[in-house]
């Protein structure tokens, strides 16, 4: 009696849907280890070639008559190439048929008849489809009758086995039912998904007790370490190209998994190995609500820039590439992702299920695997937008279009990106203060002097600049020092400890110098100067470098020391700079005059060993 139950219930499972199985979970608990080994492992639901794949070529099945029900979009015959290849059954042997296409049950009949008498020696499958299965139940099981009738007829010539499928599509709408499922000769079974997943995408088992970010954090391994020879990127090279015309809309149509069978493996011949997830994947299908969440102050332009910028970065071949664009993304989501399921707890690995499973989201997406995935989506388009916004910081994304692959701005940029811990960017970002809830829009803040808005020139340079003020401004032993040689020497040792100062010593240590110099030193000035003019602005950073030549007479070797020269001299400088600034804001014109004086004196200097105070310096100018 044990046994026949036990059967009984396996039976029942063959019928039960993904989510509801999950459900199972609160409803049975004492029972839901064996429904859900029952349902994943013993039992194939994951799409219909696995199925078909273990009823005829694994149970070596002598004649399938099956019928499935799903709640996914029905199969058409480029699929049946693919079901031909796999199942080792020979295309014309393979016939489908669609109920709604017929206006008599005699022309059903006679194509049915044909499809068996097609070389009666091979092995044939037949495939029957209806749509909207809950209101033709009455059609389906005469269509039914009328295959077994047929099939009966030549029953004494047929010699090759003989698969009847039949696949009943159910729409997922309040109080539609379905009652006709069969037992006896035929096996029902609810494939939730007739078409595979993508094969990056890993298994419900694979998944178990394993959180979102951890699924992320596999997939591009340790965050912060730099080094993608672990990421799983295989195959995006080949990916179509998205369009741009249509710009944030780039997405919308696609769906969140293939739509045929051309990507399965072959069950039968591969060894398992844990699939990851293809964060890839969901990079690009998460790209147009995060850009749609990603806002700017004022220059509107900026936003239809920035959707260009990503649309050409996120289908750029990166194939033999070891640092690229999607990976420090990839790497970036997966650390915030844990961030946040740290402040979860125990609910952190069973999230996503419980989000997937509700009614309202399973009936909008239509299926349980399309309700899980929109659900990552949803959740990581917040995260994405907050790292969209960061890293367009000062127009930062502009570096990385626009300079050569080979250059030192371009390799810095990117390994600062596949750095997580480099770019210190936090979860905390994206959330509202207040209610700690994710923020429906994240503003992309510029770093420039009174929120002046500037390009920058140097890759993160407010990061640098950030790294760099805040070792002044807390280091209590570098105020003893002194001379400035001793001062930088001191704050340099701090930063080679930091991750941002080992990227940097690793990226520049080869280039360089000066162009390094006046890259940060422009971006600098922006960032401490209130600049009104481009020669305003070109006249500081002669003074500050002038500055530097005169403090350090015998050069710095080296680039980040040079850095950290820029923040001394300013330093240093800094009251009669903020005087300059004042007399600019009077007499707008100071700075193309001075200008002037230059070209007449070839000796002017604007910062001198004896005198540096820009009110006399102008007042000459005056008398002049």
């Known amino acids: 009696m044990v046994i026949v139950l036990k059967e009984a219930k396996k039976v029942l499972l063959w019928c039960a849907t993904p989510d509801g199985v999950l459900r199972a979970k609160k409803t049975l608990p004492d029972e839901y280890a064996f429904v859900e080994s029952t349902y994943h492992e013993q039992q194939r639901h994951d799409n219909l070639l696995c199925y078909l794949d273990q009823k005829i070529k694994a149970e070596d099945s002598e004649g399938l008559y099956a019928q499935v029900t799903t709640n996914s979009k029905l199969i058409t015959t480029v699929d049946v190439s693919d079901l031909s290849q796999y199942l080792h059954i020979p295309k014309p042997q393979i016939t489908l048929l669609t109920l709604q296409s017929f206006d008599t049950e005699q022309q059903f009949c006679r194509q049915v008849k044909q499809s068996f008498e097609r070389e009666l020696e091979e092995e044939s499958l037949l495939i029957v489809q209806c749509d909207s299965g809950n209101e033709n139940a009455s059609l389906v099981a005469c269509a039914q009758y009328c295959v077994l009738d047929q099939l009966q007829q030549v029953a004494d010539k047929k010699i090759g086995k003989t698969h009847i499928v039949f696949i009943i599509h159910l729409p997922r709408v309040a109080g539609g039912g379905f009652t006709g499922f069969q037992c006896g000769l035929w096996h029902s079974v609810h494939i ?54 249509g710009e944030v809309e780039m997405m919308e149509s696609q769906d969140v998994y293939p739509h045929d069978f051309g990507d399965m493996v072959e069950h039968t011949e591969q060894v398992h190995v844990e699939r990851k997830v293809d964060i890839a994947h969901f990079i690009k299908l ?21 959707v260009k910028i990503l649309l050409e970065l996120l289908n750029q071949e990166i194939k033999g590439e070891k640092l690229t664009f999607m990976g420090g993304i990839g790497r970036h989501l997966a650390a915030l992702m844990k961030e946040k399921e740290e402040t979860m707890g125990q609910s952190a690995v069973s999230w996503l299920y419980a989000e997937a499973t509700k009614r309202d989201c399973i009936n909008s997406a239509g299926t349980f695997r399309k309700a899980r995935n929109q659900c990552i989506i949803e959740k990581l388009s917040p995260i994405l937008a907050g790292i969209i916004a960061q890293l367009d910081t000062n127009s930062n994304l502009d570096l990385l279009i626009q300079k050569d692959p080979s250059s030192w701005e371009h390799k810095l940029w990117l390994e600062i990106i596949n750095n997580p811990s480099a770019t210190q960017i936090e979860y905390s970002m994206v959330v509202s203060p207040k209610d700690r809830e994710e923020l429906p829009e994240v503003i992309v803040k510029g770093t420039g002097f009174d929120g002046i808005k500037f390009k920058a020139m140097m890759p993160f340079s407010w990061l640098i600049y950030r790294l760099i003020d805040q070792i002044l401004r807390t280091s209590q032993n570098i105020g003893k020092h002194v001379n400035f040689q001793e001062s930088v020497m001191s704050v340099l040792d701090i930063i080679e400890k930091t991750t941002l100062g080992k990227v940097l010593q690793k990226c520049l240590s080869e280039v360089k110098v000066m162009d390094c110099l006046k890259a940060y030193l422009s971006d600098f ?72 004086f230059q070209q007449k004196s070839a000796q002017f200097y604007l910062v001198t060993d004896q005198e540096m105070v820009s009110l006399c310096m102008t007042v000459e100018i005056i008398i002049y």
């Open 192 to 245: 939730d998904d007739l078409r595979p997943d993508s094969d990056k995408m890993p298994s419900f088992m694979e998944m178990k007790n394993k959180s979102v970010g951890t699924l992320l954090e596999n997939a591009t391994g340790r965050a912060g370490g730099g080094d993608t020879e672990d990421m799983d990127w295989e195959g995006r090279g080949d990916s179509q190209p998205i369009q741009e015309a």
């Open 525 to 596: 000035v922006h960032m401490v100067y209130h600049v009104t003019s481009q020669e305003e602005h070109g006249l500081v950073c002669e003074n500050l470098l002038n500055g530097i030549n005169m403090e350090f007479r015998e050069g710095l070797p080296s680039v980040v020391m040079n850095f950290v020269a820029i923040h001394a001299v300013y330093s240093k400088t800094e009251p009669r700079l903020r005087n300059f600034a004042s007399i600019t804001r009077v007499w707008p014109d100071c700075s193309e005059r001075i200008i002037e």
């Open 286 to 306: 998460t790209a147009r609500p995060a850009l749609a969440m990603v806002k700017d102050p004022v220059d509107s332009e900026r936003t239809t820039e920035r």
